[in-house]
């Protein structure tokens, strides 16, 4: 990929976040991924993440490794190298990809409420979201208030609101579009509905461990 990454840190609450849009070759890649390991009952049962994870959604599949790869070194890296970089002026020795999974979601589906694994120093953990596909026809749960509607929202959820704070921040999915958070971040994804119940809704996340040179690493 010869493009410039552009990316963006925000800060919703006392957390940073970054925000990116996936490239579509990288879109192309995962999408063709995903397709093969659903053909191939091997490959579903060799990549099944479900028992892993906490998400009461139809699918979740490992990604394969190569491909996951190729985008860390393209696109991932360089994003998570500057965001890390923003908050901890040390030299970065490596950047691991410990997991990283396909969640298949389908009408009324939902993550509850979960962080991704525990903050243990010196491991500096991040995770993320990113969206390959959106039903076109995804409409508001049953009973869902106008005023304050979340149907198939992601939410993330930090500290102890008072009117002087917020405390969450509601992303409603795009394709294309990818977060990168803290992996201590509680987040809730929110179930949607469809008027087709066959209708797909596929992200992917992943959790990297940022490491730094012993003889430069942050001592807090």
Not at 5 to 11: C, G
Not at 101 to 122: A, F, L, M, Q
Not at 142 to 151: C, G, I, L, M, R
Request: overall charge neutral; charged content about 25%.
């Amino acid at each position: 990929m010869k493009d410039k990454i552009n990316f963006k840190i925000f800060k919703p609450f006392g957390s940073s976040m970054a925000r990116a849009e996936l490239p579509l070759e990288l879109l192309k890649d995962f999408k063709e991924d995903l397709k093969k390991i659903k053909a191939d009952k091997k490959k579903q049962k060799d990549h099944d993440w479900g028992e892993r994870l906490v998400g009461h959604v139809a699918e979740e599949y490992l990604i394969t490794p190569e491909i996951m790869l190729k985008w860390k070194a393209a696109f991932f890296d360089p994003i998570i190298a500057s965001y890390t970089n923003a908050h901890i002026k040390h030299k970065i020795k490596s950047i691991l990809i410990n997991s990283a999974w396909y969640v298949i979601s389908k009408p009324g589906d939902y993550n509850p409420c979960h962080r991704h694994t525990e903050y243990v120093h010196p491991n500096y953990h991040l995770s993320c979201v990113g969206y390959l596909q959106i039903p076109d026809s995804m409409i508001p749960t049953e009973n869902a208030k106008q005023h304050n509607d979340f149907s198939g929202q992601t939410e993330f959820i930090e500290g102890s609101e008072n009117m002087f704070a917020d405390v969450n921040y509601r992303v409603m999915p795009e394709v294309r579009q990818w977060i990168l958070f803290p992996n201590n971040l509680s987040h809730v994804v929110y179930p949607f509905n469809s008027t087709n119940k066959d209708d797909e809704r596929i992200s992917f996340s992943f959790n990297a461990t940022i490491n730094f040179d012993t003889d430069n690493a942050p001592t807090n």
